[in-house]
């Protein structure tokens, strides 16, 4: 029964990595839709990822 | 408002963190790789709660045509996928020291996979139809039927022989776990909870600017 | 361009439910036979997952050569398996096992793979209740309530 720590951190890191990545992915796309800036014209594709 | 729950989200976490590896013992049987169920079960509970979500919100918008139960629909959708992509990462990676296998095709593993790439078709699809109101619509209807996949997940274990245990939990009769690690379980759940509630609070907003910024 | 993009994601998607579904039902629907359904009908060199409980005093395993030899049982009918490797974390007497390979004409299932199946019980260290041998029984063969 060995305790497999680098798993335990593998799974948090990945979950915390998943979850900020998500929320920063909101928190940009929010920011370029509340200032529209030149070169970023409010009917521009939304960024995926 | 949605800040409040952003902070309420980020110190249920900690609490859950202090929870899973503070309070929580070391399992008897897996020792401390156990641990990762603290992320990896509250993670399906709330992918499961989003895509209720997203099924009462379809049937909503079936109903009434209004733009914010799609809206929600669509944000709840998405960060289900986000979850359910969790649990399989998690799993996978519990599985790996504890049964001897990152993947195997049993039927809980491989109705979830179905699961996750149900919703992402539905995400798929409302990216690939131009007319918005049509493309809500064909969601809508996507959103209601891909629900009956949840409780084939859930109950997969229970209807076929698979390599996934049963619930220790959601089940009828006493729980398989001691107290300790019931409480862990919780306080984790209602940490992801509300980083979903965030989450969808934001994503709702996002696609209300979206569509004001008009495509 | 963002069109031909969405199909081509679409036809992946729809490929990858339509092989997911395939092997769901070839695959999952029985994911593993229990020693007794493979008493009944075993075929020698045919490619099985066998799944039972390891029987308990039956595990011998050699650390120089890795041969690994034990008993998967059912409470019925019992199989020996012969595996080559280092067992999973969770594998041991008295508990699940699922393994995958072949049966031997020598009357063995040779092993390839060995997956360690645990029950939905989790116990703090100082409760050191065992969980009785026909409850195990009951979370591998997966029909609890």
Same mark, same amino acid.
């Given at each position: @029964?060995?305790?497999?720590?680098?798993?335990?951190?593998?799974? =948090?890191?990945?979950?915390?990595?998943?979850?900020?990545?998500?929320?920063?992915?909101?928190?940009?796309?929010?920011?370029?839709?509340?200032?529209?800036?030149?070169?970023?014209?409010?009917?521009?594709?939304?960024?995926?990822? | @408002?949605?800040?409040?729950?952003?902070?309420?989200?980020?110190?249920?976490?900690?609490?859950?963190?202090?929870?899973?590896?503070?309070?929580?013992?070391?399992?008897?049987?897996?020792?401390?790789?156990?641990?990762?169920?603290?992320? *990896?079960?509250?993670?399906? &509970?709330?992918?499961?709660?989003?895509?209720?979500?997203?099924?009462?919100?379809?049937?909503?918008?079936?109903?009434?045509?209004?733009?914010?139960?799609?809206?929600?629909?669509?944000?709840?959708?998405?960060?289900?996928?986000?979850?359910?992509?969790?649990?399989?990462?998690?799993? %996978?990676?519990?599985?790996?020291?504890? &049964?001897?296998?990152?993947?195997? &095709?049993?039927?809980?593993?491989?109705?979830?996979?179905?699961?996750?790439?149900?919703?992402?078709?539905?995400?798929?699809?409302?990216?690939?139809?131009?007319?918005?109101?049509?493309?809500?619509?064909?969601?809508?209807?996507?959103?209601?039927?891909?629900?009956?996949?949840?409780?084939?997940?859930?109950?997969?274990?229970? &209807?076929?022989?698979?390599? *996934?245990?049963?619930?220790?939990?959601?089940?009828?009769?006493?729980?398989?776990?001691?107290?300790?690690?019931?409480?862990?379980?919780?306080?984790?759940?209602?940490?992801?909870?509300?980083?979903?509630?965030?989450?969808?609070?934001?994503?709702?907003?996002?696609?209300?600017?979206?569509?004001?910024?008009?495509? | 361009?963002?069109?031909?993009?969405?199909?081509?994601?679409?036809?992946?998607?729809? +490929?990858?439910?339509?092989? @997911?579904?395939?092997?769901?039902?070839?695959? %999952?629907?029985? =994911?593993?036979?229990?020693?007794?359904?493979?008493? +009944? %009908?075993?075929?020698?060199?045919?490619?099985?997952?066998?799944?039972? @409980?390891?029987?308990?005093?039956?595990?011998?395993?050699?650390?120089?050569?890795?041969?690994?030899?034990?008993?998967?049982?059912?409470?019925?009918?019992?199989?020996?398996?012969?595996?080559?490797?280092?067992?999973?974390?969770?594998?041991?007497?008295?508990?699940?096992?699922?393994?995958?390979?072949?049966?031997?004409?020598?009357?063995?299932?040779?092993? %390839?793979?060995?997956?360690?199946?645990?029950?939905?019980?989790?116990?703090?260290?100082?409760?050191?209740?065992?969980?009785?041998?026909?409850?195990?029984?009951?979370?591998?063969?997966?029909?609890?309530?």
């Amino acid at each position: @029964m060995g305790d497999n720590w680098g798993f335990v951190l593998a799974a =948090y890191a990945l979950a915390a990595i998943v979850l900020t990545g998500y929320w920063r992915h909101l928190v940009r796309r929010e920011r370029e839709l509340n200032a529209p800036v030149a070169g970023h014209p409010p009917g521009a594709p939304p960024r995926q990822q | @408002m949605t800040r409040v729950l952003g902070w309420l989200a980020a110190l249920a976490l900690l609490a859950g963190l202090g929870m899973a590896f503070a309070v929580a013992p070391r399992e008897a049987t897996q020792g401390t790789v156990q641990r990762i169920m603290y992320v *990896h079960v509250p993670s399906v &509970w709330v992918a499961y709660c989003a895509f209720v979500v997203v099924f009462v919100a379809s049937i909503a918008y079936l109903a009434t045509r209004a733009e914010a139960a799609d809206r929600l629909a669509h944000a709840s959708a998405e960060v289900g996928v986000l979850f359910t992509g969790l649990t399989i990462a998690t799993g %996978s990676i519990w599985g790996k020291p504890t &049964w001897g296998t990152w993947w195997t &095709w049993d039927a809980r593993l491989t109705s979830v996979a179905v699961l996750f790439v149900m919703y992402v078709g539905y995400l798929l699809l409302r990216g690939m139809i131009d007319e918005g109101e049509r493309a809500a619509r064909y969601a809508a209807v996507l959103g209601v039927v891909a629900a009956l996949n949840i409780p084939l997940v859930h109950f997969s274990v229970l &209807w076929w022989r698979t390599l *996934h245990q049963p619930p220790s939990l959601m089940k009828p009769g006493p729980s398989s776990m001691p107290p300790v690690i019931v409480r862990a379980l919780l306080v984790n759940f209602a940490a992801f909870a509300l980083l979903y509630l965030y989450f969808v609070a934001k994503r709702v907003r996002l696609l209300r600017l979206e569509g004001e910024a008009g495509a | 361009m963002r069109k031909t993009k969405f199909i081509t994601g679409g036809a992946v998607i729809a +490929a990858a439910l339509a092989y @997911m579904i395939y092997a769901g039902v070839t695959q %999952s629907a029985v =994911y593993f036979v229990t020693p007794a359904e493979l008493r +009944a %009908s075993a075929v020698a060199g045919k490619a099985y997952r066998l799944g039972g @409980m390891v029987l308990p005093g039956s595990v011998t395993w050699e650390p120089r050569t890795l041969a690994l030899h034990f008993t998967l049982g059912d409470g019925t009918a019992t199989v020996p398996v012969r595996h080559k490797g280092t067992p999973p974390d969770l594998f041991g007497e008295g508990r699940g096992a699922v393994v995958e390979g072949t049966w031997s004409a020598d009357g063995y299932f040779r092993a %390839s793979l060995i997956l360690a199946k645990h029950s939905e019980e989790y116990k703090a260290p100082h409760d050191a209740s065992q969980a009785g041998y026909k409850e195990l029984i009951r979370t591998l063969q997966g029909d609890g309530r």
